[in-house]
């Protein structure tokens, strides 16, 4: 039997070979485990924040340090490159392909844009709101990916359309001016003066309209405005599920590995704890980008009614409703993919819902069957179903898709192999194996005991002045690291330090893993800031100004829930019995 915590490593010796100025681990063989656990940590930390190599390829350090310690055995830590988590987002996978391959994500943004209407404000938040939705199953790259060029294409109608009403303006103004006729001078030199200054200031415009992408300056702020609101919106979104973010995951994995005996972290808990954080970020981040960008004037920007809308806003309104035309009628892949989709979101909420029996109550044998159960079966189904209407004449083809080449085959399923390799995000599998793997060796080696005591003059804070420097420090880090690589080094220094303060686990935990997402000040911060970038709207002035905001509330709204409605849905009043078991343990 393997002791938790082994103080000195006695039976290493490898020749020549060179890791720096910890060499000297591979000779001195009495050099305690943590040691070795903590370089191969800080190795691999280093890797992920300077981005030297591949994030995937950094994540596989653990894999062959740890062995040449002596930390972990090679098939030991190769265990925990593949988690129950893996075959979880793999099954959201098969769905995710499914959704984008007959477009049912175009027809839900499209549809619900057309609802908010073309006013600015209205369809901001029409587009934050189709955002966060689709960012709930899908993940924050791929939904502000699919999204993005459904906005760019409406905020091209605005700016062809703000051209085409400053020429005509102009025309206006130089047709009205001969039927002004007075008698008086002084009236006609007012005239004079009128036009002359109107035609000046049209001048102005045109010219500012030739060198520049934008009609005028408004146009440039609603450019802006939409553009943010689609990132921040994809990373709202991602708060709400499991499967949401790949952040979510890893706390997931690596929690419920950390603490076994804790069954209190599942789809269900996390959503009744996380969509009131992201229905409050959502509003008050709209209500955020639109004073900085569109000003204070909700009225204006936010009617329904018919009479107070422009031209521009009734074109635009029209372009959104012939691009959802283009889409034709419901398909039946679209209707299977929707089915498909509920029905996995209703498994997920009925398997442990905690306040009555679930669907796993049914089986003999408990614990066996998890969320990733669900999504893998109903995943493989999508292999299985053809796409083509049953007793129909021809095979459906995804809507919008003018490519030639289909397959002719009437068998032919709603996903491929192809289709499903091209969603699948391997170098994140990896990462969060890594990460796995890491947390492994930190338990293992005894460096997460370690660190925990070394924590221990923090133990006169209250539990949630420990949470908010968390927070606020992990939010820091992640402008500048990724996001899973950031939460993959702090997830076990936040479980030392909150065994050793004696305060729930969950307390520090849930926050940090929400606050690393808030990454949202610069272009490297996440993928979809970068992609956002990308379409040379916003500036890097621009990102920063108002992802400070946006990072400040965050930060305010999850720690009012950890404070409030967070207390009674995880018992955060008490340290809790598996916490107690599992410190236990570790101190052996």
Not at 3 to 31: F, P, W
Not at 87 to 110: T, Y
Not at 155 to 179: N, R
Request: glycine fraction near 6%.
């Amino acid at each position: 039997m393997i002791s938790n915590v082994r103080k000195y490593n006695t039976g290493i010796h490898v020749e020549g070979l060179d890791l720096g100025k910890l060499h000297c681990c591979m000779k001195a063989q009495s050099l305690p485990y943590e040691a070795c656990c903590a370089y191969v940590l800080i190795v691999t930390a280093v890797y992920w924040v300077s981005e030297a190599v591949p994030l995937g390829a950094a994540a596989l350090v653990p894999a062959f340090l740890y062995p040449l310690f002596g930390v972990l055995k090679s098939s030991e830590v190769a265990a925990e490159y593949c988690k129950d988590t893996t075959l979880l987002l793999m099954g959201v996978i098969c769905l995710a392909a499914s959704i984008e391959k007959w477009n049912l994500h175009k027809r839900i943004a499209l549809r619900m844009v057309m609802i908010a209407g073309a006013k600015p404000g209205m369809l901001v938040l029409g587009f934050m709101c189709c955002t966060v939705f689709l960012s709930m199953w899908l993940s924050n790259t791929s939904t502000t990916a699919m999204v993005m060029p459904i906005a760019e294409a409406v905020l091209q109608q605005l700016i062809s359309t703000g051209v085409a009403d400053t020429q005509e303006d102009s025309e206006t103004v130089e047709a009205c001016s001969p039927h002004h006729e007075n008698n008086s001078s002084e009236s006609i030199m007012n005239l004079l003066c009128f036009i002359h200054s109107c035609m000046k200031q049209e001048l102005c415009t045109l010219t500012e309209s030739k060198n520049s992408r934008y009609p005028t300056k408004r146009d440039h702020m609603i450019c802006k405005c939409l553009s943010l609101s689609i990132t921040y919106a994809a990373t709202i979104g991602g708060l709400i599920t499991i499967t949401g973010t790949s952040t979510n995951l890893i706390f997931a994995e690596q929690f419920n590995n950390r603490y076994p005996d804790a069954k209190v972290i599942n789809f269900g808990t996390w959503f009744i704890f996380s969509f009131p954080i992201a229905i409050i970020m959502l509003l008050l981040t709209w209500v955020w980008l639109h004073f900085l960008f569109l000003g204070c004037n909700f009225r204006e920007t936010c009617s329904l009614s018919k009479k107070r809308k422009t031209r521009r806003e009734m074109l635009s309104e029209r372009k959104i409703h012939d691009e959802y035309i283009k889409l034709g009628p419901i398909s039946y892949p679209e209707v299977v993919t929707g089915v498909f989709f509920i029905l996995m979101t209703l498994l997920w909420f009925t398997r442990e819902p905690g306040f009555v029996p679930g669907w796993t109550s049914l089986f003999e044998k408990k614990g066996y069957r998890t969320d990733a159960t669900v999504s893998v079966l109903l995943g493989f189904l999508l292999f299985l179903i053809p796409a083509r209407r049953p007793f129909s004449r021809a095979p459906r083809t995804p809507a919008g898709d003018s490519s030639a080449e289909r397959d002719p085959d009437p068998m032919a399923p709603m996903i491929t192999w192809k289709d499903f390799q091209n969603l699948m995000p391997w170098e994140i599998v990896i990462l969060v194996g890594g990460g796995y793997a890491l947390a492994a060796g930190c338990k293992v080696s005894g460096l997460s005991v370690w660190i925990g005591r070394q924590l221990e003059p923090m133990s006169g804070l209250p539990p949630w002045m420990v949470t908010l420097l968390a927070c606020l420090l992990v939010s820091a880090v992640t402008e500048f690291a990724s996001n899973p690589a950031t939460l993959t080094v702090f997830l076990p220094i936040l479980s030392a330090l909150s065994e050793t303060l004696q305060i729930n686990p969950l307390h520090t935990l849930i926050p940090a893993t929400m606050c690393v997402s808030f990454g949202v000040m610069l272009p490297v911060g996440n993928p979809p800031n970068a992609i956002v970038f990308s379409y040379g709207h916003v500036q890097i002035s621009d990102m920063v100004k108002a992802g400070f905001g946006v990072n400040l509330i965050g930060v305010l709204v999850v720690m009012l829930a950890i404070m409030t409605w967070g207390v009674p849905l995880f018992n955060l009043t008490q340290y809790p019995d598996w916490a107690i078991a599992r410190n236990f343990t570790g101190s052996l």
